[in-house]
Every structure is written in structure tokens, then in C-alpha cells.
């Protein structure tokens, strides 16, 4: 009940955000996209949680393998449709002609930032398993849905556009930021929400990193990696 009860907090804030926004800029915004960017968000939080605890853990772990496999199957059959497409949610390997020139060194700001973090909050001992998780699935679940589906549906939802470090944003690209780093942040326990202020920049400002890649590279191959190294930085180092 509390994991259900803090994703409809997060939805709620979610609508209220968008159709702010989006009746603040009537021409360039599409209700049902903003619909639709909820429900992903609760499909995607419901197999996270192997549907808030109901379905057994047959993979078993100190992790969550069995929940981000779901999270991860569901985030490509969503891409797979037609309203969607692999190459339109950025799922693809190839990257925008001439767009690696200027991305490599925001790649290197996002590794440098990691490696301050790890310093100054180093990680303890770690086993084989967490090395391993923290090398594959943060990455490889995590930015096809924020950076893929979901910033695919937000940015149908608000199709406004600013032009700004040579990548052209949205209102949807700077929610999905939020929505990032509010599931890190933000939950409801013990009878009462919580928000944790450092978790939220240390998760929401690489996220906008991370979006900035997406959108000049139009892939999340450079995001997918270097999420992988954020997180698992602390634990090889």
C-alpha cells in the first residue's frame, strides 16, 4: 500500500505540473500524451515492485533483478509500437551524424562528477553480485524508460520547443528529469511522505546530463553507459 500510495502522489503531481504547463501553452500541448506518460509511469513503478510485492521473486538475489527484467521487457515492447518506434524513443545504437564531437566531453563532465561523488562518499565493501547489478541493470532499465519512452511521450505532450546548448528542449525533457529524480527521492512510509534533498540533485542534475545526450545523439547508448559507471564507480574504485 505505501509504494501504491507514493505513486499516486508522484502521478498527481505529474498531472497538476502538466496541465499547468500545458494549459499555459494551449497550442503546443496534447492531453492524451500527458495520459499516456502517466501510465507508463505506473506500469513501469508496478513492475519495479513485481506489482507491490504479489508476484514471487523466482530469481531471488540481494538486488532487484527480477523487477528491473520486467521494468526493462515492458519499456521495449512499448517502444516496439507503432505510436512509438525503437528509433524514435532513442533505442538504438546508432548516433546522430557529427553529434559524438560535442558529446564526448559532456560524457567526460557526467564521468567527472561521479568519480568527486565517489571520493567524497566512497563506497564500502561489495560483493560479486553488486558489482554486477550496478553494471547492467541501472542503466540498461532505467534510461530506455526516462530517457526513452517516457521523454518520448512528454515530448508529445509538450511540443513547445527552446534552443539551448545546441539541443532543442521541452517541458517534457525537464519532467522527466523530475520524475527521475522524485523515484529516488521521494516515497511513502510509516504513514508519511519523504523526500530526501540530496538524493534528488544527485539523481535529477546527471539526469539532465543524460537528457542532453539523448537529444544530440538521439540514442540512449551514451546514457545507458555512463549511468552504468556512475553507479558502479564507487564499488570498482
Sequence with gaps: MNGIIGLGATLALLLLLGLAIGL??????????????????AINDALLTRLYGLMPNLIGGSWNWEGKLLALGATLAVAALPAFGWRRSGLSL???QGSLRGALPVAALYC?????IALVFPGGK????????????PGFEEEPFYRGILLFALDRAFTGRQRFLGVDWSWGALLS?????????????DGHFSFDPMTMALTALPALIAVWLRLRTQSV????LLHNFGNSFSLLA
Design 24 to 41: 499555459a501553452d494551449r497550442q503546443h500541448f496534447a492531453a492524451r500524451w500527458l495520459v499516456i506518460a502517466s501510465v507508463l509511469v
Design 94 to 96: 546508432d548516433q546522430q
Design 112 to 116: 567527472g562528477f561521479f568519480i568527486a
Design 126 to 137: 561489495s560483493t560479486i553480485e553488486d558489482a554486477a547489478f550496478q553494471l547492467t541493470m
Design 177 to 189: 528529469c523530475l520524475l527521475f529524480g522524485m523515484a529516488h527521492a521521494f516515497g511513502f512510509a
Design 221 to 224: 547508448l551514451l546514457p545507458i
